[in-house]
């Protein structure tokens, strides 16, 4: 040992290091002792109570009249009658206005008037037929049968005239035009045709010529036959009363025919004729038939006259007397709707309430549909939109309180009324719209001002409640911490319903008043560390005396 420390003191440097050791060493020692030592554990408890928990969803929306209705004529008209101003109470039934009811009444009046005639026709029909009736009848019948004579004869007569038309109109189609046309150009001699076609088929004349002792001849196949000599000037006949002739001057070459087309599509007539022949066909078609219905109206005239005799001097049989009866039923009903239009140009409240707007005055013409006035009831509801978690949790009668932006010293309550069973989507997000009608209808609020609704959505009552921060969990089952008399006991409990602060719990060997630990606080001299929780909470540190460190256990912890 002396050699080493001789060894140091000869040697600086080694001498500058054992300092720096010596130093060391005592500042550790120095640092132990003034450190304090552990401390203890410490717990924050809370104590059980018994009482209520509610749970709650939230929402927004305007306040709305409960019952809104617009009035509207179902005519149009002229407002005769206006008797409302805006803000005034009615009464249901009260008249609000009257539209012109000229039209209306009118109406009712010859409903009227049906009515009292199918009324009379039923007591003819049961009281029997008069000599008089009869011989009204028999004249009736008489008529008819002129009137059908007159019919047949019509029918008779447009037949021919229109036959006429038809036929003279196509006479004229298969005249259109009529011309001879050369197969070449070896004949120089001018060959016209003249004449009338009086034929009725369509087709075509083949003029041909050949050489005889006699001279140059022709023959006519086709439409027509027949032939001769050639007498150039004059007018050879063809068939069907049409004729040629060659002129008298050019050349005629026996090699060369002329065909006459019957009729001549290329002449500058065919088309005017071609449509007045279709246009006389369609006459002769609409003709016939206008005489055709004719004569059935004044058949059909003449059955009702004869059935009409019958029915007359008969019995009235059960169908006749079903038949009048119905006839009396319909036109009870015609008078019904007359009635039911003429009231309905008196515009009534439908329900107590208030004039919430008026839109025209007496004098103006309105049009069927046209709102004239708005009343909306007193009572009034909240309508607030909810999203598709929230408010599947609300039903009809639960309670509501709620806050208006309009007036922020003010809550009232409410009964939840109505829900959506189809939602909105707007943005990827589902919405429900809920309606909470106001327990108190507050003079304050109006419609269309904003409102927050809060929606008491589950309530437990009487009994027993914790802090969250004091439910554990481990291994399935839910556990809380009592303290008692300084020390620690867990408890096995059922969890119920929980709101954002408390839960519901039940189990032996607890009761309100019981102590129950909601933070655990442990520290140490050399080092504190919390105590893991079982719901993963994030762990937060606290200060703790002589520069050392405290935590605590985080709500919901093992």
């Known amino acids: 040992m002396k050699e080493f420390f001789k060894s140091l003191y000869t040697n600086k440097k080694r001498f500058y290091t054992l300092i720096i050791i010596v130093v060391l060493i005592g500042g550790y020692f120095i640092y132990k002792k003034t450190q304090p030592g552990a401390t203890a554990t410490q717990y924050v408890t809370s104590a059980v109570t018994q009482g209520t928990i509610t749970t709650s969803v939230s929402g927004t929306g305007q306040v709305e009249a409960s019952d809104q209705m617009d009035i509207k004529p179902q005519t149009d008209g002229r407002i005769t009658s206006l008797n409302i101003k805006e803000n005034q109470q009615v009464k249901s039934g009260d008249v609000l206005a009257i539209i012109d009811q000229q039209s209306a009444a009118n109406s009712v009046a010859q409903a009227r008037g049906n009515l009292e005639q199918a009324q009379a026709s039923y007591d003819k029909l049961m009281s029997g037929a008069t000599d ?17 004579d007159q019919a047949n004869q019509n029918l008779k007569d447009t037949k021919t005239q229109q036959q006429q038309a038809v036929d003279k109109s196509y006479s004229n189609l298969l005249n259109s035009g009529l011309s001879a046309d050369p197969s070449d150009n070896n004949s120089t001699a001018a060959v016209t045709v003249t004449g009338n076609y009086t034929g009725t088929d369509k087709g075509s004349y083949t003029i041909s010529l050949y050489q005889t002792g006699s001279g140059m001849s022709y023959s006519v196949s086709g439409l027509g036959s027949g032939g001769g000599v050639i007498n150039k000037g004059l007018a050879q006949p063809i068939g069907n009363s049409l004729y040629v002739t060659f002129s008298s001057t050019g050349t005629i ?18 088309l005017n004729n071609l449509d007045a022949y279709n246009t006389a066909v369609l006459n002769q078609q609409q003709s016939l038939q206008s005489a055709q219905d004719q004569i059935t109206s004044a058949q059909n005239a003449l059955d009702k006259a004869n059935l009409s005799l019958a029915t007359t001097v008969e019995p009235p049989t059960a169908s006749d007397i079903a038949s009048a009866k119905a006839q009396i039923t319909s036109a009870q009903a015609q008078l019904q709707n007359a009635q039911t239009a003429y009231d309905s140009t008196i515009l009534k409240a439908p329900f107590d309430g208030v004039i919430a707007s008026v839109l025209f005055s007496a004098g103006d013409k309105v049009t069927a549909g046209t709102v004239i006035a708005t009343v909306i009831t007193k009572q009034q509801v909240a309508k607030i939109s909810l999203n598709e978690v929230d408010a599947a949790k609300v039903k009809v009668g639960q309670k509501a309180t709620l806050t208006f932006s309009a007036v922020p010293d003010l809550t009232l309550t409410g009964t939840v009324a109505d829900v959506d069973n189809i939602g909105t989507v707007s943005q990827n997000v589902v919405n429900f719209t809920v309606k909470i009608v106001l327990d108190t209808q507050d003079p304050t609020i109006k419609p269309g001002m904003s409102v927050t609704a809060s929606v008491i959505t589950a309530s437990s009552q009487d009994i027993l409640t914790v802090p969250i921060a004091a439910v554990h969990t481990s291994n399935g089952s839910s556990y809380v911490e009592i303290l008692k008399n300084g020390a620690i006991s867990q408890v096995t409990v059922t969890v119920g319903l929980s709101n954002d602060t408390n839960t519901e ?17 442990t520290g140490s001299a050399s080092k504190t560390s919390a105590t893991p929780a079982a719901s993963r909470s994030v762990l937060q540190t606290l200060g703790a005396g002589g520069g050392g460190a405290a935590g605590f256990r985080a709500p919901g912890g093992n």
């Open 132 to 148: 008089l009736s009869i011989q009204s009848q028999k004249l009736s019948i008489a008529s008819a049968q002129a009137q059908l």
């Open 253 to 270: 070459n026996t090699g060369t025919t002329w065909t006459v087309n019957v009729p001549n599509i290329k002449s500058s007539g065919y």
């Open 505 to 521: 719990i039940s189990g032996t060997g607890i009761a309100a008043g019981d102590e129950v630990v909601t933070q655990t606080i």
